[in-house]
């Protein structure tokens, strides 16, 4: 079981904004640390989207956005492209003190 | 450019153990902390351990801890993940991963984003 909550999928079409959600599901996440995302393609290993919660990688589109609050964080992608479609996933650490890391359970995002 | 491969995997029957390798390329391996990660086909991602630059500190998700262990020879540019008393629930697509930044610095290494990763190796556990 995850303890990072994720929608199972969301869509939407091109042109249009979409936000993934990623909530804290456990106790032991007191507040969300260095949050990042990452997008996966089928049969391809995951790549950074989004760290530090809100930084994007050089080479990663603006059109991707990212936030958090108290116990939750989202993935904003705007301007949608048939390209976005792709699994997406948040990661956090499992506490402000420890170097383990936990992953929502992902997002299929798929592009109308 | 970096390069991280995985090697290893394989089908391996249950209560058996199996030792995967990282090799890496394209940077200065010894500096930096470097993490593995798997996949169950179809599934999500599941951290499993991060180990420091200098293989000092090593943390382990809970789900594998006292199972699986994470050591790296900084003379090979290699990291591995020893896994034992394998079970079917560990079938999954191993992946290394770099942390990005926190060069010689075991707190901010273990903490940096994971980036790059492999392209993972396959463990099955089935008998």
């Known amino acids: 079981q995850s303890a990072l909550t994720q929608p199972a999928s969301v869509s939407g079409s091109p042109g249009q904004s979409i936000t993934i959600s990623c909530t804290g599901a456990s106790s032991d996440i007191e507040n969300f640390n260095l949050v990042s995302w990452f997008q996966q393609y089928p049969g391809k290993a995951p790549t950074l989207l989004i760290y530090d919660d809100t930084k994007r990688p050089s080479g990663v589109s603006d059109r991707f956005s990212a936030s958090t609050s108290d116990n939750s964080a989202s993935l904003t992608i705007s301007r949608l492209q048939t390209e976005d479609e792709a699994d997406y996933y948040c990661?956090?650490?499992?506490?402000?003190?420890?170097?383990?890391?936990?992953f929502g359970g992902g997002t299929k995002l798929t592009v109308l | 450019q970096v390069y991280l491969v995985e090697s290893g995997g394989g089908v391996v029957q249950p209560g058996m153990s199996l030792g995967l390798s990282c090799e890496a390329s394209?940077?200065?391996?010894?500096?930096?902390?470097l993490h593995w990660v798997r996949q169950i086909p179809g599934k999500g991602l599941d951290w499993l351990a991060v180990i420091s630059y200098d293989g000092t500190f090593k943390y382990y998700a809970r789900s594998i801890k006292g199972r699986f262990a994470i050591s790296r020879d900084n003379s090979k540019n290699m990291v591995y993940l020893h896994m034992n008393s394998l079970r079917p629930e560990d079938t999954a697509i191993y992946y290394c991963?770099?942390?990005?930044?926190?060069?010689?610095?075991?707190?901010?290494?273990?903490?940096?984003?994971?980036?790059?990763w492999g392209q993972g190796t396959l463990v099955t556990v089935s008998s």
């Open positions: 394209g940077f200065t391996f010894k500096n930096y902390a």
């Open positions: 991963a770099k942390s990005a930044s926190g060069a010689g610095n075991a707190v901010a290494g273990m903490r940096s984003r994971l980036d790059p």
């Open positions: 990661c956090s650490f499992a506490g402000p003190t420890t170097f383990v890391r936990v």
